[in-house]
């Protein structure tokens, strides 16, 4: 592994990085992994499209002792083709190897194995059956999902995860056709659906399904249903105001300040206040006399006037 130059701009934590991955996804890998983790399932990690590296920073937090991650992305390289190039330099043009690489190792003392190319060379570089989980969220052509998914199918363990994003987004047709497509002819059987990405496997679903009902129907930040299609069953989660997961913070991870501390009330009470000083003689006495001498002087004006 190889670590990549400093830049200035470092985040302080996963929300930092930009990126598509809500906090729902970032709850179901996490229940994913160290789900397989418990179960004691070995196997690499692949992801197949980066961005700026937000899902790929939770990834390199579950790998165990002995297991590899590898990325695949094209950065700043040609695509293979003219529609792949189209669709890179309108919704990737910011996107460069040295950023994923910043992002990246700012949670991470190391880099993963980085494929600088098409996710057409991964079956070249990464070798059959050693993965347990595979995120796929490159092109969002159907050419080029049909050619990923069919590479997961032959790099996952049998009872390997595969995740395929944006199956269901107005904008890329393409990765439903295929995502439906390898459900329907291609074997792949969904675990769940959320807002974004589709869960599946090419082993047995159901014992993860249970499992994962369980926990969703005791959160109440989870919207929840399951349905049935085509012979499969289908279940549905969807966000109701849900926070994303604890994550650590980054090694540039700075506390916001604390907000200053409002100034305490002072109340004055009764018993508090000094003592009134006693009054003087000559004051007692005014208080005695002056009553009657008003009184008198009084009289007098009435006698005079009458």
Known sequence: MTN?????????????????????????????????QKQGIKGDLLELGVYMGKSAILLGQHLQNGEKFTVCDLFEGDAPDGANQAESAKSYASLTR???????????????????????????????????????DASHLYEH??????????????????????????????VSVAAWEAVLNRGLRPICLSTQKLYGTWGDPEPLQEELLDMLRQRSDVGLSVQSAAGHRLVRARSRGM?????????????????????????????????????????RLAKDLLPPLVTRAVRRARANRS
């Not at 470092?10 to 160290?34: C, I, K, R, Y």
């Not at 990923?148 to 269901?168: N, Q, S, T, Y």
């Not at 305490?264 to 004051?283: D, G, H, I, L, Y």
Request: glycine content about 4%.
């Open 145 to 174: 999902v049909h050619g990923d998914i069919g590479a997961a199918h032959d790099i996952l363990v049998p009872e390997g995860i595969v995740v395929l994003d944006d199956f269901r987004s107005e904008h890329t047709p393409g």
């Open 243 to 283: 926070k994303p997961p604890p994550f650590p913070a980054s090694r540039h991870y700075v506390a916001p300040p604390a907000a200053p501390k409002a100034p305490a009330e002072v109340t004055e009470s009764r018993a508090a206040r000094p003592a009134r000083p006693a009054p003087s003689r000559a004051r």
């Open 4 to 36: 990549a130059q400093a830049t200035d701009k470092h985040p302080g934590e996963l929300t930092d990085v930009p990126g598509w991955f809500p906090p729902l996804d970032q709850m179901l890998f996490t229940w994913f992994l160290e789900g397989q």
């Open 98 to 136: 040295q950023t994923f690489e910043r992002n990246y190792l700012s949670f991470h003392d190391d880099l993963p194995t980085v494929i600088a190319a098409p996710s057409s060379v991964v079956p070249e570089k990464v070798a059959p059956a050693s993965c347990r989980f595979i995120h796929v």
